[in-house]
C-alpha cells in the first residue's frame, strides 16, 4: 500500500510540476497579451491542485488539508480575477492584439465610456472657507 501510494505522489507531483512547466513555456512563446495571460492562470491552477493532492497524500496528515485547500482555493479564486484585470487594463492601453479577437464584446464599453463627456478636474476645496467660522 505505502508503494502504490509512494507512486500516486509521484505522479501527481511531476504532473503538478509540468502544468506549472507549460504555463511558463507559454508565457515565453506566445504571442500577445491575452494568449500569454491565459497560459499563466489556466494550467497554473490546476498543477497547484495536483502538487497540493499529492502533498496531501505524502504527508498523510488531516490537520494539513484545511491548509492546502485555502491555498488552493485562494489560488483559484484571485488567479481568474487578477487575470481578468490585466486582460481588461492591457485591453484599455492598447497591448491586446484585437484583429486576432474572434469576437470583440469590450469594445462598446469601451467606446461608450470613451464618448461620454469629460467632467473635468474636481475642485481644490481651502479648508479654511470650509471650517465651523465660514460664512
Known amino acids: 500500500m505505502d508503494l502504490f ?9 511531476i504532473l503538478g510540476c509540468l502544468m506549472s512547466l507549460i504555463a511558463g513555456i507559454g508565457l515565453l512563446t506566445f504571442p500577445d497579451m491575452l494568449t500569454r495571460m491565459h497560459a499563466a492562470t489556466k494550467p497554473q491552477v490546476l498543477g497547484f491542485l495536483l502538487i497540493f493532492a ?3 497524500i505524502h504527508l498523510r496528515s488531516w490537520t494539513v488539508i484545511p491548509v492546502l485547500v ?5 489560488q483559484l479564486l ?3 480575477v487578477s487575470a481578468h ?3 481588461r487594463a492591457g485591453y484599455r492601453t ?9 469576437s470583440d464584446e469590450l469594445r462598446q464599453v ?8 469629460h467632467t473635468g478636474t474636481v475642485p481644490e476645496i481651502d479648508p479654511q472657507e470650509t471650517g465651523p467660522d465660514a460664512k
Open 5 to 13: 501510494l509512494d507512486v500516486l505522489v509521484a505522479v501527481l507531483l
Open 110 to 117: 469601451v467606446e461608450k465610456v470613451s464618448s461620454a463627456p
Open 54 to 56: 499529492g502533498l496531501a
Open 94 to 102: 492598447k497591448h491586446a492584439a484585437k484583429e486576432t479577437l474572434y
Open 78 to 80: 484571485t488567479a481568474p
Open 85 to 87: 484585470m490585466i486582460g
Open 70 to 74: 485555502l491555498a488552493w482555493a485562494m
